[in-house]
């Protein structure tokens, strides 16, 4: 009787396997895009000894064994090393494509918008009506089947419109709100936002028809705080959003310097290319130089609105005509050329500081987040992450300077992610850093101009020259380009740090290198504040005009910045108008406010800044003291601003 053979798989077997899964996962990263070429070159010369290593123990030849029970153990070493090799090719051939789908998806998914505004149709909520009885006859609304329904049954009222405020897309919805009803509709136009609402508010007309983004200024108007609650949306129309396109920027991200707008809003939801925007910051990037300017103006900076005939607006306002319109009033401000962006809301900080771990940053001063004291902030240096990152660059009611502090405490987080995204650490949580940044963004750089930066910096092992500024102003109230019907509570950016950020930022896109500095002590507005409506429209035909006196240190820019701000604070006051009707019902509260003639120079920020509802609050007498006094200060320098 024959003794049966027991059959093995012979060891070099095990390796050729090995090798034709390595040569396989070598392909992979070398197609990939995001990988530098001496990464590759290193790769492949660990990979070859490797595999003349593995290769020169799996074929070499051992003395035959005699004993048939050592001979099932022959090799078993080397065929549990080519296993283990092979089993990590395998795995690395599967996930290198995965990810990169991961990326590419997720930059094209950031890339595209569905090119659509939103055009509301608001009307009172039950709970406000019922709260005002003697405005409303009928607190509680009816039941219907649809939207749609609802909606027809207003077909017989007027539909309050602001043509004046968004004529193009108001004009859209029309014929939507046409079709939808099944006859013209009845259309009563207002001169301004405010008027508009103003007359939902008392009942003049039941229904407004509104774009969301102009919608969003609403809040901004005393009086009208409460708009999202005292209102509910009953239809939404969605009209093409053609102007506001703004053309993807495939350009090299490696080779030449290149400005990114980034901002962000305060809000949850889909993300759009049309709205306020409460974080404004401009990254200047030079690639060949290693350097990096961060620039962050105050949400309510007064500039010139391009969509408006660069009529003085509020910053956050000019993405209400599109986030194009933004990028090209802080171009004109800064004059430079900013035709890339970054836009996310307030919530992404949370998730990416989630993702990478947190990062650790020092806090200036202590202080608590205001809205429930759900967190606190310890002067010194603090560990940031998640929840309590997202209150860090929320909260400004707490803070000694306000808005000025928060949009310094943005700039500080910012800082901190770049240079903990931007290092080699942040390869053990590649995956975690995707899942966080889906969905959280837009941008219009394409993912290939993205791979080749990722590249770029892995390749060099770039350690970035950052430097960061935040400009400041004094703070008043003046009529803007968007709301011309009422004084708005601004911020009057310093002309003399105007120039240096300017400066600055030309500086490091002719790659010169740069250092950090103290911003020069405020002197001087660039745009005077408007204080009427008649005069806001003449100045809708201004045009922007840069400094030819830039300078670059603190001390020449304070010394010449001097009489400057004397000049501009004697001639130029920011006129206050306050509602002085006596209010007898709950409907004449919302009403349009009259102005009076108590002029409010525009301060300086200290550690007392006064605010223009506390200015509001004061007597004639009082605020023509004020006016001396605040004139006076901005005549000197008394806020020198450090980053």
């Not at 000694?400 to 053990?428: C, N, W, Y």
Request: aromatic letters at 10%; charged letters at 20%.
């Amino acid at each position: 009787m024959k003794r049966k053979v027991r059959r093995t798989i012979n060891v070099r077997m095990f390796w050729i396997v090995s090798a034709i899964l390595t040569f396989i996962f070598y392909m992979m990263f070398f197609l990939a895009p995001m990988f530098p070429n001496k990464w590759k070159i290193y790769l492949l010369v660990v990979l070859v000894l490797l595999l003349a290593i593995t290769g020169i123990l799996s074929f070499r030849k051992k003395k035959k064994i005699t004993v048939i029970k050592r001979k099932r153990h022959k090799n078993l070493g080397m065929k549990i090393v080519n296993s283990i090799i092979s089993i990590v090719m395998l795995v690395g051939s599967i996930l290198l494509p995965y990810y990169e789908m991961r990326i590419s998806n997720m930059l094209e998914n950031n890339n595209s918008i569905d090119g659509k505004i939103a055009v509301n149709v608001y009307v009172m909520s039950d709970t406000y009506k019922a709260n005002h009885s003697d405005v409303f006859t009928t607190s509680t609304s009816a039941t219907y089947s649809s939207e749609l329904e609802e909606l027809k049954s207003y077909s017989d009222s007027k539909f309050l419109t602001v043509s004046s405020a968004d004529q193009k897309n108001l004009t859209k919805a029309i014929k939507q709100l046409d079709s939808a009803l099944g006859k013209n509709s009845n259309i009563e136009d207002k001169s301004s936002i405010q008027e508009a609402v103003s007359a939902l508010y008392n009942n003049e007309s039941p229904v407004m028809l509104l774009s969301a983004s102009k919608a969003s200024l609403i809040s901004g108007i005393e009086g009208y705080e409460d708009f999202s609650q005292d209102t509910r949306i009953i239809y939404t129309f969605y009209v093409d959003d053609e102007d506001n396109a703004i053309a993807l920027s495939d350009t090299d991200l490696t080779s030449e310097p290149f400005c990114v707008f980034i901002g962000g809003n305060d809000e949850e939801g889909e993300l759009s290319l049309t709205g306020r925007t409460d974080v404004d910051m401009v990254l200047v990037v030079n690639p060949k130089t290693y350097q990096i300017g961060i620039f962050s103006f105050p949400r309510d900076s007064y500039i010139p609105n391009p969509a408006l005939n660069n009529g003085y607006d509020k910053l956050t306002h000019l993405g209400t005509s599109g986030l194009d319109n933004t990028m090209a009033g802080l171009s004109n401000v800064m004059g430079i050329n900013i035709d890339k962006y970054v836009l996310m809301n307030f919530t992404t900080y949370m998730k990416m500081t989630e993702a990478i771990g947190g990062v650790d940053v020092d806090n200036p001063y202590e202080f608590y987040y205001s809205y429930d004291n759900s967190a606190y902030f310890p002067k010194g240096n603090i560990h940031l992450q998640g929840w309590d990152a997202l209150a860090y660059v929320r909260e400004r009611k707490s803070l000694p300077d306000g808005d000025f502090g928060r949009t310094m405490h943005q700039q500080i987080v910012m800082k901190a992610l770049l240079e903990k995204i931007t290092s080699v650490a942040m390869l053990t949580r590649f995956d975690s850093l995707l899942t966080a940044l889906d969905g959280t963004f837009l941008t219009n750089i394409t993912s290939d101009a993205i791979y080749s930066f990722m590249k770029y910096q892995l390749d060099n092992s770039i350690t970035w020259n950052i430097v960061n500024y935040r400009v400041q102003g004094g703070t008043g109230s003046a009529i803007t380009a968007s709301m011309p019907s009422t004084p708005l509570s601004c911020v009057f950016p310093y002309a003399n740090q105007l120039d240096f950020i300017s400066t600055v930022a030309k500086q490091i896109l002719n790659g010169e290198v740069v250092t950090q500095q103290d911003m020069p002590t405020g002197s001087g507005y660039r745009y005077e504040p408007i204080t009427s409506s008649a005069s806001s429209e003449e100045n809708t035909t201004s045009e922007y005009v840069p400094s030819t006196n830039i300078t670059t240190n603190s001390s020449s820019t304070n010394s010449s910045g001097s009489s400057s701000s004397s000049s501009s604070s004697s001639t130029s006051t920011s006129t206050i108008e306050e509602n002085n009707s006596s209010n007898t019902s709950g409907s004449e509260e919302k009403k349009s406010s009259s102005t009076n003639d108590n002029p409010v120079t525009p301060v300086k920020p200290s550690e007392d800044i006064v605010t223009p509802s506390e200015d509001n609050k004061k007597t004639s007498s009082e605020s023509g003291s004020s006016t001396s006094e605040n004139s006076d200060s901005t005549s000197t320098s008394t806020n020198q601003v450090s980053e």
